[in-house]
């Protein structure tokens, strides 16, 4: 071994993605990846970190059934240093938690980590088993953040504060397992207090602490998250609920009855927004909903490093490109809304080399609080009419939205409202490109400006001849890839929009091509439907500065095993490091390159066992060990990759 590879020269901590449990017990998911260096007996760097590979692992097989059942990890990282010396680490899985556990609340007492609250932040208890009532708790952590708060100081912490935000998207059943609770309970959102060993950069739960989402209505269906460039958590509510069936549809009423006690009380305009958490000085938070950045199904917002322009994640069929751009930096709360329109050249095919030109149509501009104001007051029909046959009326627009054809008509001076309240609607009454199919997590490579788009499935609206496809708005593939693809948007300043106004952002997408795309197959002899050795309908996307490294989640219903992905942007390595609980999927993904010297990759699961038609060959052997691992499948992890068996000092 080299001099350079002496104690305390160098020190890399390998914390990082996706939950990884052990095969007893039930534990939980986070994760960390880091480098820090220093030499000799003064601690100066004698040979600086170049940079990161990963050796990738093999998917697991029946052969270890119990390595299908739990996050499994049999993946490197290779280090190479400034000298050319290198080190392999091999990673392992610490967890914080699995939902369902009652942990510290920090104040001398347990709290019951993912659990449910109404309005008043009172548990929302499941009774469909008579004398085993207890109170809901999630299945399906997602989105998280890892950060720091100067000054911060909460009893319990021995190292440095470190605080992760996780927001819980759903429970899929109730504990009768026949219930179908999707999207029918309010979505919590926790504050970690983390306890940071500033010898090995490990991170230990001292405090959990439920954040008050009272003010701001409650929160519908928060999936991916990010931090923003001053530090706050970016969450998301996805799939907002149509305001115009809202008053008949029972998986709208059920949620409003479990957060109000009421099923007509919850007001579809409040959800469907992009919620910003701010966590405070010792480990509590605020949150409020920024209501003028489009009501879409917000996935995932990326803001760009200008602090101003976001890009925005929309998880529907027939969504778009979504940018705003705020009036001020580090303030979310007014500024302009734009959809895409795509250019000739579209492709999902990565060989292809085919850029789309993206140009821009601006929506509108508005604040927050006027928006919200409108929400308050407004009906749906108050904005527009809504027909789902044509009403054989000129003054009546057709359009493509939410995967069905509509004719609308924007009632006079309800442009503003219909922008920002029906945006989905309005986008496609405007001309935007409204093709994409479940346009997932976004995430930026500054140092090159290029964003990154997830895709996980390119069918329906994208599909030529397709119900949901329409012609001539760029967005028009020749057969449905279910495997999906991500796409990469080269970033620039100096554009207009399709007025001719100029857009105030250095930031914003000026075309789009395919990067990397999964590929269907015929069912192979565990059962996938998409090629194990690539990605398969990504999802969670975040890229890591200093590795020059794009991590990819997947949400597949093609592989058994979902797995999370390392994709070097300069060699184009594509690594598998991880892989989930058969049925379940990768999701809360999140690269900090550095705190306090350590840089962390958070990534959770969720319902692990979810069986589909894929898992007829795996399910009769995985189902009890699932079960055994994760609360009888109702309980998924939360924790972090590091260096087996600790973080390791070079």
């Known amino acids: 071994m080299s001099a350079v590879l002496t104690s305390r020269r160098r020190l890399l901590q390998l914390l990082g993605g996706a939950p990884l449990l052990p095969l007893s017990g039930s534990l939980s998911a986070a994760g960390l990846l880091t ?29 270890v059934p119990a390595a299908m059942a739990t996050t499994t990890t049999n993946a490197a990282m290779s280090i190479l240093y400034a000298d050319n010396s290198t080190r392999e680490v091999k990673l392992a899985y610490q967890p914080f938690f699995v939902t369902g556990d009652m942990v510290s609340d920090g ?110 209505h409650g929160l519908w269906i928060t999936c991916g998250a990010s931090l923003s460039p001053w530090g706050t958590h970016l969450s998301s509510e996805e799939y907002e609920p149509d305001a115009f069936t809202a008053a008949s549809n029972a998986q709208f009423k059920a949620y409003s009855k479990n957060l109000y006690g009421d099923e007509t009380k919850a007001n579809p305009y409040h959800y469907g927004h992009m919620p910003e958490v701010t966590v405070n000085k010792d480990g509590t938070a605020s949150i409020k909903k920024h209501f003028c950045m489009g009501r879409i199904s917000h996935e995932l917002v990326q803001v760009m490093p200008d602090a101003r322009t976001a890009l925005m994640g929309d998880d529907a069929t027939n969504s778009a490109y979504f940018v705003f751009v705020a009036d001020k930096a580090k303030d979310l709360s007014s500024g302009s809304l734009y ?28 604040t927050s609080a006027e928006i919200e104001n409108l929400a308050n007051t407004l009906k749906p029909t108050d904005i527009m009419s809504v027909a789902s046959k044509d009403p054989q009326d000129a003054s009546f627009t057709k359009i493509v939205a939410n995967g069905k054809t509509e004719w609308i008509k924007i009632n006079p001076g309800m442009d503003k409202a219909a922008a920002f309240l029906e945006t989905h609607r309005y986008a ?118 200093k590795m ?10 093609q592989h058994v095993n979902n797995f999370l992905w390392a994709y070097n942007v300069d060699t184009k390595q594509l690594s598998r490091i991880m892989s989930i609980p058969a049925g379940g999927e990768s999701t809360g993904l999140h690269a900090v390159d550095e705190i306090n010297g350590w840089t962390y990759i958070m990534s959770n699961f969720q ?44």
């Open 107 to 216: 104040k001398g007492g347990k709290i019951l980590a993912g659990g449910y609250v109404d309005i008043n932040n009172k548990p929302i208890t499941d009774t469909t088993v008579a004398g085993s009532e207890r109170q809901f708790f999630s299945d399906s952590p997602d989105g998280t953040s890892l950060l720091t708060v100067p000054d911060a100081k909460v009893d319990g912490v021995k190292g440095k504060p470190v605080f992760a935000v996780v927001q819980f998207e759903y429970t899929t059943w109730a504990q009768d397992g026949k219930t179908d609770m999707y999207g029918k309970l309010p979505s919590p959102i926790a504050v970690l207090t983390l306890d940071q060993d500033q010898d090995s950069g490990k991170l230990s739960l001292v405090k959990y602490h439920n954040v008050d989402t009272s003010k701001v």
């Open 339 to 366: 959809a895409a329109k795509v250019g000739a050249g579209f492709s999902i095919d990565p060989a292809s080399g085919s850029a789309a030109g993206l140009t821009w149509i601006k929506l509108g501009s508005a």
């Open 428 to 545: 496609a009454y405007k001309g935007a490109s409204m093709g994409f199919t479940k346009m997932e997590g976004t995430t930026v490579n500054a140092k090159d400006k290029i964003a990154y788009s997830a895709l996980q499935n390119c069918e329906k609206s994208m599909v030529a001849g397709d119900a949901a496809n329409v012609p001539g708005n760029g967005v028009s593939i020749p057969k449905t890839l279910k495997a999906g693809a991500v796409m990469a948007l080269n970033l620039r300043g100096g554009q207009k929009d399709t007025s001719g106004a100029a857009i105030d952002s250095e930031w914003m997408p000026i075309d789009t091509k395919a990067l990397l795309a999964g590929e269907d197959i015929a069912a192979d002899a565990l059962g996938n439907t998409g090629n194990p050795n690539k990605i398969c309908n990504p999802d969670n996307l975040k890229f890591s500065e």
């Open 35 to 63: 480098a820090c260096g220093g030499g000799g007996d003064d601690d100066t760097p004698s040979a600086p970190f170049k940079s990161v590979s990963f050796v990738s692992m093999a998917a697991p097989t029946l052969a």
């Open 548 to 557: 020059r490294t794009l991590f990819i989640g997947e949400d597949s219903g």
């Open 607 to 650: 319902h692990a066992g979810d069986w589909g038609a894929i898992h007829n060959v795996v399910k009769e052997k995985l189902d009890p060990l699932i079960k055994a691992n994760y609360k009888n499948k109702f309980g998924a992890a939360v924790g972090y990759l590091t260096g087996a068996p600790q973080g390791i000092k070079l």
